[in-house]
């Protein structure tokens, strides 16, 4: 019995070496991974309905940039006839990953970036975001084509044998598609154009399944870390309290075309994950903070440039945050600053930074009301004419 036992030790601890991970063959495998290219139709409407589902929980409703053109009705769709920008953030409403149902986890993540099994934990470590370097690259909501062309850039293991972590950073980048362009030809065009494009690295952290014990253990270290509540080091120049609800995640899990389960069943949270309660999006606090710091800045001249995060602790439904941001350095160009997300026991939970630039004159015009824009034009156009008779009169032409 004993000798059987040891042959089966000796024959599990080898298959679990044949198992172990060669990091330098999962980086090729993965990198090399081609990914397919995601297209959209840019319409209002999902950047619309993540509007009104955050106009109840954002300070001061919805910026006035948000708005576009809808005659300052947060509730009414806005035309494409004079289309405004995606704003900051928006972007992850649109180009909804083209999978199957039977190209899900059982967890409800898709394949795409996984590196296989037993990994089939997910979790959104961070991410940086570039936005264009002028208007003439920013996306419009105007109903015309475009696209995210994705590839994993790197792959990273951490953590000792049996509890690795396998960070996983993509590079999607989103920019206008012609009809009519190839797969080849938009690859190439994206992957040199990258000042007039989108570009948004994401990190995200597989792991592997629990069990029911270890579920257990999971939860207690959780709740271990929660009551190590670490502090900002400043306080904000500016601040907002929101609750987020069950209706909140499951609206912008349908938005996002995310069926992670981690965020819309409780008890999968709860038994699988060791959470006590849902789990609030990596993203939907990207988008939290961006609309935050948008507004404000809206209100000085000032755009976001380039945007960094880390999601450092786990946030939960029906508890409430608070979505902070300090201004660290100003110059005549721009300005940094320091944003991030308290749990409901004033820990950090997000931590990001914020470069910023000054708004050109089509940014700020776009930004104004319709009727603002529409007598700027009429405006215009006086004058034009004006300008034109008094040539004629002078040359007599």
Known sequence: MLASRRRLSKSALLIF??????????????????????????????SHLLNLSLLDVLPSGIPSELLHNNGGDQRILPSI?????LPPGHHLVY?????????????????????????????????????????????????????????????????PEGDEKILVTIDRRFASADEDEDELHTRMRIA???TEVLVEKRTLVFMRDYKVKEATGA????????NRIVKS???????????????????????????????????????SEGHHDLLI?????????????SKHLSEVGLRIKEFEYRNLAPLHVDEELRICAKEKQNTAKGSRWEVWIEGPRGGLAVRGTAWTARSDKMDVFWAAPPISRYFKNLLLLVCSVYADLTISRETGL
């Open 81 to 85: 006839r004079q289309p405004g920008y």
């Open 95 to 159: 180009f909804p990953p083209q999978v199957t149902l039977s190209e899900l986890l059982p967890d409800g993540t898709d394949i795409l970036h996984t590196p296989g099994q037993p990994f089939n934990r997910r979790l959104w470590a961070g991410g940086r975001i570039s936005f264009p370097q002028s208007s003439g690259g920013c996306l419009l909501l105007d109903g015309q084509r475009a696209v995210c062309v994705e590839r994993i850039e790197n792959v990273d293991i951490k953590g």
């Open 192 to 194: 040199n154009d990258s």
């Open 219 to 226: 939860q207690q270290a959780i709740q271990v870390n929660r």
């Open 17 to 46: 070496k044949r198992a172990l991970i060669n990091q330098s063959s999962l980086q090729n495998e993965l990198t090399t991974r081609l990914l397919p290219l995601t297209y959209d139709y840019l319409t209002p409407q999902p």
């Open 233 to 271: 080091p400043t306080d904000p120049d500016i601040d907002h309290k929101m609750t987020p609800t069950k209706a909140l995640l499951f609206r912008f899990s349908a938005l996002t075309f995310n069926a992670h389960s981690i965020h819309l069943d409780p008890l999968y949270a709860q038994k």
């Open 281 to 293: 999006h990596g993203p939907l606090t990207l988008v939290l903070m961006l609309s935050v710091l």
